[in-house]
């Protein structure tokens, strides 16, 4: 399949350079938009094609045409785009609330300290919104240009999960103005004795925090959720138990994707990048452990993070010996 005259490039030999369209001149062409392969399983595969004569003198004896899967590409352009429209959309529906409560604190006088003091906490709800958008952003650039560092050591569970709850409570009261809500919502199992996981402190706060907060606004009606730590052998497992809305198998399969939300109403009416748990599975698995989900529609969700534990002296040698690692 040759190009029509005038697109591509014109093959050496035909046509004068800045010469006007030549009738049948034999060009190479490239197309790449919309096109398709079926395979044979029934899958649709994005490809290009490149096309270009075969030439005997001014003979033309045929042409070679070559497909190229783009699939990656198509990935590339797909993420691009949820990219400008995530962030569009989170940058404008605070930002929106940071116009709107500020120009009413400016134009009326006769607010009141109630009325006044809400809409403060509604510019500073929407401030740490814009801030929490930039934080996932960054976090996936150094995720994904390989920037971001984890500093291993011995990290106590119990520690880890307190922080959590405080932070929960904080942010709910420098929202709300109402006391700790969220972390009345918590409750809190971790087994005595628990000893520490290799871990990087930080970004193991950030991961518990994430599932937390996702525990939290997934589920509408203040259901409480439960945070449980205990050992499974040479780990720790931390679950994250809430009676929320649930997912079905097929959103569970694709919850840690970037960009990934679950398009139903009681998802979308909740803020979000779907960038979350992107960034809690990469830092889950920059500390060498793992994390997994089971959920039901309606019922509610667990997600379990999975560290591994320090090791002690006598373990090391036995595995040491063994040259093994001890089965989980
Ligand atoms: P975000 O919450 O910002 O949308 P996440 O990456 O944290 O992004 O989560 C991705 C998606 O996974 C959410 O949009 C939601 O559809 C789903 N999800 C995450 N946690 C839960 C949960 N605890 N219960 C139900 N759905 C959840």
Sequence with gaps: MLAPPCSGTTVPGRGRAGAQCQPFSWSVSTTGYGLHLARAD????????????LRAGNELLGAVMVFRD?????EVDQLKSSLVS???????TPLTMVQGFSELLLSRQDLGEKRSREALEQIHASAQRLGRLIDDLLSVSRIDSGKLRVDLGA????????????????????????GPVFADRLVVEVAPGLPAVMADRDKLVQVVMNLVSNALKYSPGGASVRIVAERKRDHAEIS????????????????????????????????????GLYITKSLVEM??????VQSEPGKGSVFVLSLPLTPEPERGEAFAL???KEPR
């Design 322 to 324: 063994q040259g093994t």
């Design 42 to 53: 029934g899958q649709r595969l994005p490809v290009a094609m490149t096309a270009a004569p």
């Design 86 to 92: 995530t962030v569009s959309h989170e940058l404008r």
């Design 240 to 275: 994250v138990i809430d009676q929320g809305i649930g997912m079905t198998e097929v959103e569970c399969a694709q919850v840690f994707e970037k960009f990934t939300r679950a398009d139903r109403p009681e998802v979308r009416q909740v803020s979000g990048t779907g960038l």
């Design 155 to 178: 990290v106590d569970v119990r520690g880890v999960v307190d922080e959590v709850v405080k932070v929960a409570g904080s942010q709910a009261e420098a929202t709300r103005g109402d």
């Design 287 to 292: 500390q060498h452990g793992q994390v997994w």
């Design 70 to 74: 783009v699939s990656r590409e198509r």
